[in-house]
């Protein structure tokens, strides 16, 4: 018999096959999540609030339904924590923010949290972010800075940190992100789990980011069977966001159980150990990724070391990110203003400074950026870098210490050029360094390749489609 404490360690998958064999129930499987969702939410800030009740209630249908061999969709009774940037209805969604008030009615979701009650998700609760999902680390105003599973005086990253954090500490086995910069990517390399940012449009957002098409929403998981799962669920057409996409004629699911024979053979994977000399790497994170990148070549992949053709986009870049954070707080009353993130405040005033040229230039270097990558992946399928350039530093920080003066923005090279170009980009598990702080490796296609992306993600860690 499965104990309940290894019931918060198996993958949605695992739960899967559990209740069709009716091992364990739906309702035991939540009262374990729900007693580690709490220890997250004490030890590491990882949750804004755990719906014990509700969360409870939604299991004891779904145990009904698994009961009677009739469940409701593709993840019925499995246990799912979301970001609180993301609305889901019947409790408030404060997006770390002192401005939100928790008064209203609070009785919409967003698309994939809609997606997530109609194939009978159990919803645990909801998880930190910094303010409106500004920044690469999570703390705010108004829930504190959240920390790492693996060393709580460190940074568990950001924005999508509790979510992360919630899956490293077994608080569910899944968990929806959002991604402007590298928001769900920077958190799952800190701490060691897989993350996705889908290709723009695959996972429909409402309401807009302030920060528009620079962000993304997708699957944070333990391996990638389930992270093709939840894309499944989470993907598709939605009316209230006008470019969201069909989903494609093949599902992940189905893709990555198709290729699991071949794996990685026969792939053509680019490997950027720096970006061309760009950033300074650290030597134990260099190693672990090169030694990824070996085994994908063991596995039959055609590997080749080749930098993408551009020079870091960090301008482009912080122009429409200080013009999203501009028109963001100018949408917040005049006399709450003073209760924002100074951080937030700051970036906003030089966005404040930005001309309809300013904005117009960085959308056609955007697009330029987006056109060289698209010439890149004709002769690649794959990009392979480091995710980030280090392991967690200290909690509470915005940047490691001795860092330059660009902010997040500084020490996250190889995540937000692939949020300009709408690139399907995850983020592997492949080690940790001497201080046992989780290294990531990042998988990058051309738009639409999420499919591809997966299945180099599952041939690194090994797992089994069986």
């Known amino acids: 018999m499965t104990e309940p404490s290894e019931l918060s360690d198996l993958t949605a998958r695992q739960l899967l096959a559990g209740y069709r064999a009716k091992a364990f129930s739906p309702t035991e499987v939540t009262r374990a999540v729900l007693a580690r969702a709490e220890e997250a939410r004490t030890r590491l800030n990882a949750f804004v609030r755990v719906d014990h009740e ?227 790497v650290r030597p134990q994170v260099a190693a672990a990724v090169r030694a990824a990148v070996t085994r994908l070549a063991g596995l039959g992949a055609y590997v080749e070391e080749a930098d993408p053709d551009f020079a870091d986009p960090v301008e482009v870049f912080q122009t429409l990110w200080n013009a999203g954070a501009a028109r963001l707080v100018d949408q917040v009353a005049p006399d709450k203003r003073k209760l924002i993130d100074p951080g937030l405040r700051a970036i906003a005033a030089r966005g404040a400074r930005l001309s309809a040229l300013d904005l117009l230039a960085a959308q056609d270097a955007r697009l330029e950026l987006a056109r060289r990558m698209a010439r890149f992946h004709r002769r690649y399928d794959l990009l392979v870098t480091p995710t980030l350039p280090l392991t967690a530093f200290a909690a509470g920080r915005e940047a490691p210490a001795g860092a330059s003066p660009r902010g997040w923005t500084g020490w996250t090279p190889f995540t937000y050029p692939f949020n300009l170009t709408q690139q399907p980009a995850a983020t592997v598990p492949v080690g940790a360094d001497t201080e046992g702080l989780a290294i990531g490796l990042q998988l990058i296609a051309a738009r639409h390749g999420d499919a591809v992306v997966l299945r180099a993600a599952a041939a690194i860690l090994g797992a089994s489609m069986g």
């Open 54 to 280: 509700s969360a409870l209630a939604q299991a004891r249908a779904a145990t009904e339904r698994w009961g009677a061999s009739e469940p409701k969709g593709l993840l019925d009774g499995v246990p799912v924590s979301v970001k609180d940037l993301l609305l889901q209805a019947g409790g408030p969604t404060l997006r770390g923010s002192n401005t939100t008030s928790e008064k209203g009615s609070w009785d919409e979701d967003a698309p994939a949290v809609a997606r997530l009650r109609e194939h009978g998700a159990v919803l645990i609760g909801k998880t930190t972010t910094p303010e409106f999902g500004w920044k690469g680390v999570t703390d705010s105003p108004r829930t504190g800075v959240t920390r790492n599973p693996h060393d709580p005086a460190r940074t568990a990253g950001g924005s999508s940190g509790g979510s992360a954090a919630a899956v490293a500490a077994g608080a569910g086995p899944l968990s929806l992100g959002t991604d402007g910069g590298g928001s769900i990517r920077i958190p799952a390399s800190f701490c060691g789990v897989l993350g996705l940012k889908p290709t723009y449009g695959r996972v429909p957002l409402y309401p807009a980011s302030p920060f528009g098409t620079l962000s993304h929403v997708g699957p944070i998981a333990r391996d990638a069977a389930d992270a093709a799962l939840l894309l499944d669920v989470i993907s598709g057409a939605d009316d209230r966001d006008p470019t969201a996409l069909e989903p494609p004629a093949r599902s992940c699911v189905t893709a990555l159980t198709e290729d699991a024979a071949s794996g990685v053979k026969g792939l053509r994977i680019a490997y950027s150990a720096s970006f061309g000399g760009q950033v300074a």
